[in-house]
């Protein structure tokens, strides 16, 4: 399963189940009250009971003078409850039932713990209902998904014969010619720019297993960074190394990484912009004097985009890759002045 099906599969679940619970907690709340509204009654029942046979002893009786307590109902006290009946023949005293509040809170604990086993066991049989219909639904939505990876995987397939027809010929060319023709380069830099727009469709529908080697940061960071470059010539760039180390880590995620954020800063700056890329402390930096971003919390998200140019998943693809490699990333941007990116690497993985 995929990582956004995931994510989609969690969201679904924990809205659904949240809900169910949601409702059986109110559920159970009501037939709590109940539940302690028949012990009242069954309580003072047995009060009753008591005031004509005068034989309980679970009870406590004396006689008080007659004031405004009513008969025949239940009065909570700190120590206890209590209930005043009525006293034949008698104008002065009414007759006092008291339960102790000890023996009254078991009988309270009895009904709340058989009423919080059933809350747990109706609690469990939900959460399998939940996950059960939560995986049902998705279903249609993962078929859907699967048929649009696969139409992406054909498309790409198909890609690759025009593609390498077209390096072949620039190189034939090249070197009939003895040089780069001007026109062949800009031809070269397009293929350059969907060749990288292939790796990151090839990013997205596949889930690139962990291969861990040593990469040096320094120099990785400087070839992608000269290579990107090269796709947009009218672009000035700047490295700044203020020192050097080395990662473990996947190389070829790591690059599909470092690329989006490079090809962003260069597609989206000023005409005769400057792209900074600047390694210190375990981090790298790359900012852009372009655009700026407007909605900085959907960035992130797949298929959004602010500019005519792309597909939406540059960015969404840099987050879904870090998170796997486990490397942070801020987005620091002001409209008209530009955006800075930044990596973080963890430290177990600095060398």
């Not at 989609?8 to 679940?13: G, M």
């Not at 009895?110 to 939900?126: D, P, Q």
């Not at 060749?195 to 291969?211: D, G, R, V």
Request: hydrophobic content about 40%.
């Amino acid at each position: 399963m995929k990582y956004y099906e995931k994510e989609s599969l969690l969201k679904n679940f924990i809205f659904f189940f949240s809900l169910l619970e949601l409702l059986l907690v109110f559920l159970f709340l009501q037939i709590y009250h109940n539940s302690k509204d028949d012990y009242n009654r069954e309580v003072l029942h047995k009060m009753e009971l008591c005031s004509y046979f005068l034989k309980c002893k679970e009870f406590k009786v004396d006689f008080i003078p007659k004031g405004r307590e009513k008969l025949n109902l239940l009065y909570n006290n700190l120590d206890g409850i209590d209930a005043f009946f009525y006293i034949p023949k008698s104008k002065k005293f009414n007759m006092r039932i008291h339960y102790p509040i000890d023996r009254y809170n078991i009988g309270l604990d009895k009904i709340f713990n058989t009423m919080l086993y059933k809350f747990i066991g109706f609690s469990i049989l939900l959460f399998c209902v939940a996950v059960i219909f939560t995986i049902y639904t998705l279903n249609p939505i993962r078929k859907a998904l699967r048929l649009n990876d696969e139409f992406i995987k054909d498309i790409l397939h198909d890609f690759n014969t025009p593609i390498a027809s077209m390096v072949l010929n620039i190189e034939m060319f090249n070197e009939d010619n003895g040089q780069e023709d001007i026109y062949i380069r800009r031809v070269s830099q397009s293929i350059n720019t969907i060749l990288l727009l292939q790796e990151n469709l090839k990013t997205f529908i596949h889930h690139s297993p962990s291969q861990i080697s040593l990469v040096d940061i320094n120099i990785l960071a400087k070839e992608r960074l000269t290579l990107i470059q090269s796709i947009y010539p009218h672009i000035d760039y700047e490295y700044i190394e203020l020192n050097r180390f080395k990662i473990y880590t996947n190389r070829e995620l790591l690059i599909r990484i470092i690329d989006n954020i490079l090809s962003n800063a260069f597609k989206y700056s000023k005409a005769k912009g400057l792209v900074t890329l600047t390694i210190d402390r375990f981090k790298i930096s790359i900012k852009d004097r372009g655009k700026g971003i407007k909605n900085r919390e959907k960035i992130t998200q797949r298929y959004y985009k602010e500019q005519s140019r792309g597909i939406g998943l540059g960015l969404h693809i840099v987050k879904k890759l870090t998170q796997e490699l486990n490397i942070r990333f801020t987005i620091q941007t002001e409209i008209d002045i530009g955006t800075e990116v930044t990596l973080y690497f963890s430290k177990e993985s600095i060398v």
